[in-house]
C-alpha cells in the first residue's frame, strides 16, 4: 500500500542545514494502521507532507523512495498522492479556508478526484457528513467554517479525507486542538469509518494513549529517525529502546505526553553525530556518538535502532 | 445579510448630515459677511439691511441651518454667485462626466492591478515580481500631470492616433442625454461611432489617472497573496489535490483580496482628488474643472455643491465597498453584529 524506504528530507535554513528526516523505513499494509509517535519537532509533519507532495519550496529529499500502490511518488511527478491520499489535519481551525463554504472546499477536491457529477458529489458528501455525525448534515454543505465548532469542523475534515474514496487516509495530530471529550469522540469516530471501509491508515501522533487504542503497528520517531518499530502490543508491553522504555517508564497510565525525559529533541540544524538521542540516553557508550545504530531485529517484525537494547536501565532514569 | 447593508446604510446617514452641517458652516467661514459678498463693494447700510431680510440671514443661526438643510435635502443647492444659474444644474450634467472617467480608472486600476499583483506573488522575487515592482513605484512617483503631458505629446502629437482633449468629438455632439454617461447613452441610442468616440477620448484621461491606483492595487493584492500563501488551509487544499491555477486565482485570491477591496475606498478619494488636475490638462468636462472655475473666480457656492456632491458620492462608493467586503468574506458581517 505505502511504503517509505531510506527515505532523508533537508531544508536550507538561515542557520545552516536542517536534517529534518534521516533514512526513515516504514511501512503501511492494506487494511493496516500505523502509528508513528515522537515528541514535537521529530519530523512528524514533515514525514506526512512527503507522503502527501505538499513539502515546502526549498526542501530537498537526497535519499529514498515513496512507494504508494506501487509507484513511487517522489520519482514520478505524475504519480503524485495529492488528491489520491485522505488527509486530516492538525489543526480544524485553520485548515479552512474562512471565504469559502464547506461544501464548496470539498467539492472542488471531488471536482478533481472523484468520479461522477456535481450532482452525484454533493450527494455523496451529504451523506458522508451523515456518517462522520455531524449535525443538519445537507445544510452543512452551504455553512462556512465558522459556523462550526471545533470539534465539528474535525468531522468535516474526516469527512473530506474520505470523500474521494482514497485507500489510505493520513492523520497529523488530529484532535491534539480539541478536549478531552471530543478527542475521544472523533478517535472512535476515525476508528470505525476507517475499519468499516477497509481503508489503511497512517496516524500521527506524539500520545501513546491516543496511540493503543487507534493502530496495530507503531513507529518511535526521534530527532528525524527510526528509534523502534514494531506491534502496538509488543512496543507497549517490551519496550527495547531507552528512549521507548523512558516514555512508557515516566508515564506507566501511557495516556501522556512525551514531555518526561530530560533534554530536548535536538534542533534540525544540530543534530548530534551516531545515535541521536546520545545526549540524553542513560545506556550510553563511548561508541554511541560515532556509529548510526542500525535497525536491529527482534522478534515479529519487532526492530529497534540500539545495540545495548538488551541492557537494563539504571533505576533513577525510571523514576 | 440584508441587515448588515442596512445598517451600513444607517451609520452613513450622521457622515451624511455631517456633511450638511460642515457646508453650512462654510458658507458662514468663507466670505466674512454674506450680504456683503452679494450686495457688492458700494452698497449702503440699507441695501445690506433689505438683502439680510431677503437671504434670511437676519434670522437665528439654528433657523438658517434648518433652512439650509431643508434646500439641501430638496436638491436646492443655490445659484452660481458668477452666472446666477442655479448650481444643480452645472453639477447634473458635470458629475456624470467626472464618474464616468473615474469609474473607468477604477475599472483599469482594479483589472490590472489585481492580476498584476497575483502574478508578482506567485513570481515572489522572480521577474514578474521585479517589473510589478517597478510599475508600483512607477505609479506612485510620477506626477500625473507630466504622465498627462507625454501621453498627449506621445498619442495626441507625434502619432496623432488619440483625441488631445475633451470628451468627445464636438462634430457628432453628445448622444442624447439619458443617464449623462457617454458610453451609457450611446448605447442606449444604438450609436457604436459615439461609444467608439468616447472610448478614444477616455484613454488618455483614464490611463493617467488610474496609474497610482493600479500602482497601490497591486502592491496590496501581492502583500495579501503572499500572506495567504503562508496559511494551513493553502496547504490542505494542496493535499486535497486542487487545480493549480484554481487554487491560487479563486482560492486563494479571494482572501487576499478582501484588504484590496478596503483599499479601493480610500483610493476612490485619491481618485477624485486626482481628477481634478487630469481634467485641467484633457479639458474634461466634468466637476473638477468646474471646481477650478469655481476657486479662481471665489464663486463659493458652487464650490460648496461640489463639496457636497463629492462628499455623498464618497459615501456611497464606502457603503459599496462595505457591503462588497461582506460579499467576499462573511466573517465581515458577522463581526459587526
Ligand atoms: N519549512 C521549514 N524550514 C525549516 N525547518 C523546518 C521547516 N519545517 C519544519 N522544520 C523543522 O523540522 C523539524 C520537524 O518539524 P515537524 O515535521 O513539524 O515536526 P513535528 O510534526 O513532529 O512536530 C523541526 O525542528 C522544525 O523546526
Ligand atoms: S545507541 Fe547508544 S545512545 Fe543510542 S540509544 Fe542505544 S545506548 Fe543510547
Ligand atoms: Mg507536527
Known sequence: MLSVEGLSVRIGTGRGQARILDEVTLSVPRGGTLGVVGESGCGKSTLLRAILGILPRGTQVPAGAILFEGRDILADRAASARGRIGFIPQDPYLSLNPVFTAGAQILEAMRHHAPGTRRDHKAKLAELFRAVQLPDPEAALDKYPHEFSGGQRQRLLIAAALACDPALVVADEPTTALDVT?????????RQLTAARGLSLLFVTHDFGVLAAVCERVAVLYAGRVAETGLTRAVLDDPRHPYTRMLLGCHPDRAVDLTGIPGTVPAATAQPAGCRFHPRCPLVQPGC??????????????????????????????? | MARYILRRILLALPALFGLVLLTFVLTRVIPADPAATLAGDAATPAQLAEIRARYGLDRPLWEQAVTHMRQVLSGDLGSSIFSGRPVMEEIVFRLPATLELTFVALLLATGLGVPLGLLAALNHNGPIDHLARLISVGGLAIASFWLAIMLQLIFAMDLDVLPLRGRIDVALGAPPTVTGFFLVDSLLAGRLDLLVDTLRHLALPAVTLCLPGLASIARFTRSGVLETLQKDFVLYAQAAGYGRVRLAAIYVLRNAV??????????????ISGAVAVEAIFDWPGLGTYAVQAILSADYKALLAVT?????VYAVVNVLVDVAQALIDPRVAEQVK
Open chain 1, 289 to 319: 556518538a560515532r556509529e548510526v545504530p542500525p535497525m536491529l531485529p527482534l522478534a515479529e517484525g519487532h526492530a529497534v535502532a540500539c545495540p545495548f537494547h538488551a541492557l537494563p536501565l539504571p533505576e533513577p532514569a525510571l523514576a
Open chain 2, 258 to 271: 478582501t484588504v484590496t477591496v478596503a483599499q479601493i475606498g480610500l483610493l476612490f478619494g485619491a481618485l
Open chain 1, 182 to 190: 471530543t478527542q475521544r469522540e472523533i478517535l472512535a469516530l476515525l
Open chain 2, 308 to 312: 457636497l456632491v463629492v462628499g455623498v
